[in-house]
């Protein structure tokens, strides 16, 4: 059964580490929330440790300077891990092979420049080529080419075009759906879900799957932490924690808010419960917004 807590600090001691999420946590795409903000600073002020845990299928320098555009204080965290870096070192590495066609945004073009000083030196040896998808060993979704108007089903096509080549997808952000400001927008995951149903197999390195939490303990430093996994996924952010043996605490304000009552401050426990039974899983902690 969880624990509903009011604030962060009601627990913050029984932790080094935290591996926080952004969207619908810290963010919600266009700004900060300020009370999460705070409550970042003050476990670092404390002594605690954070890194920032993310789905976005782009690399951590890409991330950053979104961050900073939107504003979000440096003092907020100590170092950033994402799907899209734990994704490219599985491309450098050859997981779809070298001919690689891509279904993404001019946004994401950073996945296939920017790479981190980890795996900078695979770029060279790695012979990644992008290619029509008729000439593709394998396909990398960072996400939709344009997600404010398009939805999975505008590349059914596409998808099925693939899956009778037998290529393989490498999914950069397992997410399914994400919230920007008042907009809800599709994810990599929404595609690769329609890829795996069509019968084609899609490759998974963020959040729940094991490769991003590998990384995120590399770039935390500490031996042994204590380590309380923070978001609003419940098959993402809470699921990979829970597997990985990791305290949680489910952002219930987030993505999912419309199950827990009217008051998003303030999830039903009743409502919350039945939810999570549902779900079959129960994080240690809920709060209804990180303060």
């Known amino acids: 059964m969880t624990q509903i807590i009011r604030a962060l600090s009601e627990i913050a001691?029984?932790?080094?580490?935290?591996?926080?999420?952004?969207?619908?946590?810290?963010?919600?795409?266009?700004?900060?929330?300020?009370?999460?903000?705070?409550?970042?600073?003050?476990?670092?002020?404390?002594?605690?440790?954070?890194?920032l845990l993310t789905n976005a299928p782009r690399p951590k320098s890409s991330v950053v300077r979104q961050l900073e555009k939107m504003g979000l204080p440096r003092d907020t965290w100590d170092d950033v891990a994402t799907s899209g870096d734990a994704a490219q070192y599985a491309m450098l590495t050859g997981a779809v092979g070298q001919r690689v066609y891509h279904i993404g945004a001019p946004k994401d073009e950073p996945f296939f420049t920017d790479f981190e000083d980890d795996i900078a030196h695979l770029v060279a040896d790695a012979g990644i080529t992008r290619v029509p998808l008729d000439e593709a060993e394998g396909i990398v979704c960072t996400g939709l080419a344009d997600d404010l108007t398009e939805t999975p089903d505008d590349y059914r096509a596409k998808l099925l075009m693939g899956k009778t080549k037998e290529l393989k997808m490498l999914c950069a952000n397992p997410d399914i759906v994400v919230d920007m400001g008042d907009k809800r927008l599709w994810c990599?995951?929404?595609?690769?879900?329609?890829?795996?149903?069509?019968?084609?197999?899609?490759?998974?390195f963020g959040k729940p799957h094991p490769p991003v939490y590998d990384l995120a303990r590399r770039r935390l430093g500490l031996?042994?932490?204590?380590?309380?996994?923070?978001?609003?996924?419940?098959?993402?952010?809470?699921?990979?924690?829970?597997?990985?043996?990791?305290?949680?605490?489910?952002?219930?304000?987030?993505?999912?808010?419309?199950?827990?009552?009217?008051?998003?401050?303030?999830?039903?426990?009743?409502?919350?419960?039945?939810?999570?039974?549902?779900?079959?899983?129960?994080?240690?902690?809920?709060?209804?917004?990180?303060?």
Not at 240 to 249: I, K, M, N, W
């Open 13 to 51: 001691g029984q932790y080094d580490a935290l591996f926080c999420d952004l969207w619908g946590c810290l963010h919600n795409g266009v700004a900060p929330f300020p009370a999460a903000v705070a409550a970042l600073q003050g476990f670092r002020a404390g002594g605690g440790k954070v890194i």
């Open 188 to 204: 990599a995951g929404a595609l690769a879900r329609d890829y795996e149903e069509m019968g084609g197999t899609a490759l998974y």
């Open 223 to 291: 031996d042994d932490p204590r380590i309380l996994c923070v978001g609003d996924g419940i098959a993402t952010d809470v699921q990979g924690g829970v597997a990985e043996g990791l305290d949680t605490l489910f952002v219930s304000g987030g993505i999912a808010t419309d199950h827990f009552g009217p008051d998003s401050d303030n999830p039903n426990k009743d409502l919350l419960e039945k939810w999570l039974s549902d779900q079959q899983l129960s994080p240690s902690y809920t709060i209804g917004h990180l303060r």
